[in-house]
C-alpha cells in the first residue's frame, strides 16, 4: 500500500514526471551532442590558422606542408584576397577570429643554414679538416630567430601546448636535416645520403581489444553513464519534498498511527523511486542504442554489457533513494529540500566526475572525489563498458553504493524516531 500510495502521488504531479523523464533525455543529447568533437580524431575537424610566412624558404614550406599534412589545421595566408601581415594576424586572433597565427620570421632558413654551417666547421676544424673557405661563414654574427605565435585569448591551455610541441617538432626535424646534410658536404661525399635522417625512436598506443576489435572511447560511452548517474540522483529532489509535504500535512503522522514501523513506509518509498530510476537508466540506454546513431552520434555498445549495466543502476538508484529520504527526513520545509537537493547533486556530480574527468582535478580535489557516490558509480560503469570488467571488477564500487544507502537510510530512521519520541 506504501508503493500504491508513492505511485498515485507521482501520477497526480504529471510535471514532476515529465522533469523526471523528458528533462534528462534533453540533456544527454545536448550534452553529448556538444562534446562529440572533443572526443574525435584531430582530422576530423580543421581549425582555420593565420600564417605569416616572411621566409618563403626551406623552414617555411616545411611547416606549412606539415601542418596541411596533419589534417588538423585550414592554413590561412591570404584574408580577403590580400596578404596577412603580423599586424592584421594579431588583430584577427585577439578579437577571436581565428584560434591561431604563425609568423615566420625573415631569413629564418638562410641564416639556420648559416649557424648550422658555423657549428659543422668548428667540428669539422678540430679534426684538422679546416676548410680555407669556410673562415667568412664562423666570423658571421647571427642572431637568434623567433617564431611567434599568437593565440585567442580564449584559447585552452592544452591546445596551446599541443601547437607548441608540434612546431617545435618541426624545427628541431628540420635542424636535424640539416645539420646531416652539411656535414656529408663537408666530408664531400657524393648524392647518396651517409646519415640516416629517419627516427630511430618511434611511439606505439597499444589499447584493449575484444574479438579483435580495438576499444576507442567516444563521447557516447562517456555520457551516457554521466548524465544517467546525474538524472538517477535528481530524484533526491522529488522525493525529499513529497516526505516534507506528508510532515507538513499531517500525512506522516496518519502513516505512524499503522501498525507498522517507519521502515516499511521507507520500504514503500525505496521500492517506487528505484523503479523510476531504472526506468531512467532505460530510456537513457534506448537514446544511445537506437537515437544517436541517426543524428549523427556513435551507438552505445551494450552487446553482452546491459545486465552488468543495469546491476550498477540499481545500486546507484538505492545510494540515490537512500539520500533523498535522509534529506526529507531532515528537511522542516521544501524551501529547504528543494534547493540544498538540487545543489548537492550538482556538487557531488561535479566531484564525481560527471563533468570533469577526476585526473584533471587538483590534488586535494582527487581525493575528495573517491567520496561521492557518483564516482563510485561513474567507475563502475567504466568498468563495465571500457575496461571489459565483470562481477568481481565492480564488486567494491556496488558495495559502497548498497553502504551508502544502508547508512543514509540508518541515519534517517534513528532521527525521525528520536524526534517523535521527544
Not at 283 to 298: C, K, Q
Amino acid at each position: 500500500m506504501s508503493v500504491y500510495k508513492e505511485t498515485l502521488l507521482l501520477k497526480r504531479d504529471f510535471g514532476g514526471l515529465v522533469i523526471l523523464f523528458v528533462m534528462p533525455l534533453i540533456l544527454i543529447i545536448t550534452i553529448t551532442l556538444i562534446q562529440d568533437g572533443t572526443y574525435k580524431s584531430m582530422s576530423d575537424v580543421k581549425i582555420p590558422i593565420l600564417l605569416v610566412d616572411n621566409d618563403n624558404d626551406t623552414i617555411s614550406k616545411t611547416v606549412r606542408k606539415n601542418l596541411n599534412e596533419s589534417g588538423s589545421f585550414e592554413v590561412l595566408s591570404q584574408l580577403k584576397g590580400k596578404n596577412i601581415t603580423e599586424e592584421i594576424a594579431q588583430d584577427a586572433v585577439f578579437k577571436g577570429k581565428y584560434q591561431l597565427a604563425i609568423i615566420i620570421p625573415e631569413k629564418l632558413s638562410s641564416d639556420l643554414q648559416l649557424k648550422v654551417n658555423q657549428n659543422v666547421d668548428r667540428i669539422v676544424s678540430s679534426f684538422g679538416l679546416t676548410d680555407s673557405t669556410s673562415t667568412n661563414v664562423k666570423n658571421q654574427t647571427i642572431e637568434p630567430k623567433e617564431i611567434k605565435l599568437y593565440f585567442d585569448p580564449a584559447t585552452q591551455l592544452s591546445f596551446k601546448n599541443g601547437v607548441k610541441n608540434a612546431i617545435d617538432k618541426m624545427i628541431s626535424q628540420i635542424e636535424t636535416r640539416s645539420i646531416y646534410t652539411t656535414f656529408q658536404e663537408q666530408l664531400g661525399e657524393g648524392d647518396e645520403p651517409v646519415f640516416e635522417q629517419e627516427s630511430f625512436i618511434s611511439f606505439k598506443e597499444i589499447v584493449p581489444t575484444i574479438n579483435n576489435k580495438e576499444i576507442l572511447p567516444n563521447s557516447v560511452q562517456h555520457n551516457v553513464p554521466a548524465w544517467t548517474l546525474f538524472a538517477i540522483f535528481f530524484i533526491v529532489v522529488p522525493l525529499s519534498i513529497n516526505i516534507v509535504k506528508e510532515k507538513s500535512q499531517g500525512t506522516l503522522v496518519r502513516l505512524i498511527t499503522n501498525p507498522v514501523p517507519y521502515a516499511v513506509v521507507i520500504a514503500g518509498k525505496t521500492a517506487t523511486y528505484l523503479v523510476i530510476c531504472m526506468i531512467q537508466f532505460y530510456l537513457m540506454v534506448a537514446v544511445g542504442v537506437f537515437l544517436f546513431p541517426h543524428i549523427g552520434l556513435p551507438a552505445l555498445d551494450v552487446n553482452g554489457k546491459l545486465f552488468l549495466m543495469s546491476i550498477v543502476a540499481i545500486f546507484a538508484g538505492l545510494a540515490a533513494v537512500g539520500f533523498g529520504i535522509l534529506l526529507g527526513t531532515l528537511a522542516k520545509t521544501q524551501e529547504q529540500s528543494a534547493p540544498f537537493g538540487a545543489t548537492s547533486v550538482v556538487i557531488l556530480a561535479a566531484m564525481g566526475g560527471v563533468w570533469i574527468p577526476v585526473f584533471a582535478m587538483p590534488k586535494v580535489m582527487q581525493f575528495i572525489a573517491h567520496i561521492s557516490p557518483m564516482n563510485w558509480g561513474l567507475n563502475a560503469f567504466y568498468d563495465v563498458l571500457l575496461r571489459n570488467g565483470g562481477i568481481l571488477e565492480i564488486l567494491t564500487e556496488i558495495s559502497l553504493l548498497l553502504l551508502f544507502f544502508i547508512i543514509t537510510v540508518t541515519i534517517a530512521i534513528a532521527y525521525d524516531k528520536k524526534k517523535r519520541a521527544v
